[in-house]
């Protein structure tokens, strides 16, 4: 046992797969042996994600309509070069982006505000964060249905016999503020998400700084941007991240709740011009593959900050 | 921002101002839930009015939605779909994903960070790109027909998530202890069962129960392949109500049954989650 960690070093230098790796001959490598227990994980998951994918960039680069089982014919990069004009399709982008900053930013911003008044001591404190997780637990098809038509329906939504009550007109906010009455639904569930995220950041503070900040005579205000937001930061940025991930691919909501009038992001543009009643697999498919690069922008961006967390940990 | 830092040492007065903000903003976020509820008790006639707190209640709206008109997706049908599928790819996601976090943690494989960036990078691949070829993949190993499609899909929806949470956890396992249990000649099994996994339980727990959330809530999936045989609860919760007519009452009787599961398990495990979802994640 002792001889193979000598193989160690030799592994780092090739960058896993290549190599002529002939050491199995009685028993595997240790690096093979480090490797066995990822690989059933690694590889399902290279298959289901990455055998989509390829398929997807071949049948962006075809002309197929629903009419035929497969694509009709290879037509390279003009499915792509009609995207650039496509009107409906920037707009879309810029639903997406909008969507995903304001609704991550706002949550962040509630789910921190929350998460300062819940980490206080008060009778039913336990009882008040268990109500207040509640939305995010809420199935999404259900909260877009609940929100739409018994809250903001213009006849008999709660929150329009509110306005009423106030004498004003009431205002069908689906049809006159679609992507904002989407914005509101995903805050309202995504809040509560946050809110644990930096709880658990607030839970996690040492208390003798915050002791020593008071003896030091320092105020709530000064230990709160001294102390306390510096160590929430990477609670933050975990917050962020994960919310860009499920935010920025938001279909449920929009289904139920608008279905894609004035409000649609990229995921359900892409929808719309395939399975929901486009059928241009073609066209469609080279739409989705920019999504993914867009994506992948992000998430590149965002895979930064998760290397940052990572790396302080280490420190 | 408001000075929202502990109030020891503060007025009475600013605590109690703290506390009873807290309490309206809990229930102002709780409110469409308990309206919700309460409303899927209600007659039509009520639920379609005035907003009403006092009523006389009725089951009237639950017989309803779990009666199954002939030809159509009924409750129970929906309910034990969503049950098997979630239950059986969240143990899957588990079972992947123990050894995976292993690999990347106590015996950690070369470029691990590579790895973990790999799975989590996937989470960032819309799924709506990919929901054509899956259908025709599907289509072609004969999958459309059953609730297996729908396992093999949210285990991969959830591996990457499980995988990043469980890493954490395992990172919190003391090197002495596996050392020390090294050193006593236990094997990897009796390391794991021993040593590992009392330690990563509440994580194991947080991490499936977030899985559990996730693959019961998913909708885009389930309906667009609409797989015979395999139709789950969001599906059955979005089109049990006919959207014409009087129907608020009905609508909210099926929301509550729809969410009910995950709602109660979220409660009863969310101090776990709490530590789970941030604490192992950035330790």
């Known amino acids: 046992m002792v001889e193979q960690q000598r193989i160690e070093p030799a592994d780092n230098g090739t960058s896993g797969k290549g190599g002529g790796r002939a050491r199995k001959s009685s028993f595997l490598s240790e690096a093979w042996k480090r490797r066995l227990p990822l690989l059933p994980a690694f590889l399902i998951v290279v298959v289901l994600t990455q055998v989509p994918f390829l398929m997807s960039i071949y049948f962006s680069l075809t002309r197929w309509r629903a009419n035929t089982a497969e694509p009709r014919e290879f037509i390279g990069v003009d499915n792509y070069i009609d995207l650039v004009s496509n009107s409906f399709f920037w707009s879309a982008a810029w639903n997406s982006i909008l969507m995903t900053v304001v609704s991550v930013g706002l949550s962040l911003l509630f789910g921190t505000g929350l998460a300062l008044l819940l980490d206080r001591k ?18 999404p098809v259900v909260a877009g249905l609940v929100w739409k038509n018994q809250m903001l329906n213009s006849s008999f939504g709660v ?6 009550g106030l004498g004003m007109e009431p205002i069908s906010f689906a049809s006159r503020y679609p992507l904002w009455t989407i914005v509101v639904v995903l805050v309202w569930q995504w809040t509560p998400f946050m809110m644990l995220i930096i709880l658990a950041g607030l839970q996690g503070q040492s208390s003798s700084v915050l002791e020593a900040a008071k003896v030091d005579g320092a105020n709530g205000v000064s230990t709160f941007f001294q102390i306390t937001l510096p160590h929430l930061r990477s609670y933050l ?29 990229l995921p359900y543009f892409v929808y719309l011009r395939s ?17 993914v690069i867009f994506s992948f922008i992000i998430a590149n961006f965002g895979l930064r900050v998760l290397s940052g967390l990572l790396t302080d940990e280490g420190a | 921002m408001a000075d929202f830092a502990k109030p020891k040492g503060k007025g009475r007065f ?75 790819s969240t143990l899957i996601v588990m079972m992947l994903a123990v050894p995976t976090a292993y690999a990347l943690t106590i015996r950690p494989v070369g470029k691990w960070m590579e790895y973990l960036f790999f799975f989590i990078s996937t989470k960032f691949l819309p799924i709506v790109a990919s929901i054509l070829p899956i259908y025709i993949l599907a289509k072609h190993f004969d999958l459309l027909s059953s609730r297996r499609l729908l396992i093999i899909l949210y285990m991969s929806m ?18 002495e202890l596996i050392e020390a249990a090294e050193i006593d000649g236990a094997n990897l099994r009796s390391q794991m069962v021993s040593v590992i996994l ?43 109500v006919d959207e014409r007519g009087q129907f608020l009452a009905k609508l909210s009787a099926a929301s509550t049954l729809a969410t009910l599961p995950v709602i109660v398990a979220g409660w009863v495990a969310q101090k776990r989650m709490i530590r789970g979802l941030a604490m192992g994640a950035i330790k």
């Not at chain 2, 998530?161 to 090197?175: C, D, G, K, T």
């Open chain 1, 275 to 291: 399975i929901g009643g486009g059928w241009q697999f073609g066209a469609a498919s080279a739409y989705s593959i920019v999504v």
């Open chain 1, 159 to 164: 929150i329009n016999w509110f306005i009423e």
């Open chain 2, 198 to 240: 009392p330690i990563v339980a509440p994580g194991l727990a947080a991490t499936a129960l977030l899985c559990f959330i996730f693959a019961w809530n998913e909708y885009f999936l389930a309906v667009q392949l609409n797989t015979t045989g395999g139709e789950t609860v969001p599906i059955w919760a979005s089109s049990v």
């Open chain 1, 122 to 139: 008060f009778f039913g404190q336990g009882f008040a964060r268990t109500l207040i997780i509640t939305p995010f637990l809420v199935m």
């Open chain 1, 237 to 265: 940025e975990l917050g962020a991240l994960l919310g860009v991930i499920y935010l920025s691919q938001v279909y449920d909501h929009i289904r139920v709740i608008t279905r894609g009038t004035g409000s649609a992001n």
């Open chain 2, 158 to 175: 959830n591996l990457p998530l499980a995988i990043w949470m469980l890493r954490s956890f395992f990172q919190e396992v003391p090197r």
């Open chain 2, 14 to 88: 600013t605590s109690l101002a703290f506390t009873s903000l807290t309490w309206l903003l809990a229930g102002i976020f709780f409110f469409p839930i308990f309206w919700m509820f309460i409303s899927g008790f209600k007659s039509e006639l009520d639920a379609n009015g005035a907003p009403k707190l006092f009523f006389e209640p009725t089951l009237e709206q639950y017989r309803i939605v779990t009666e199954t008109p002939p030809g159509q997706l009924g409750f129970w049908e929906a309910t034990t779909n969503s049950f098997i599928i979630v239950i059986v």
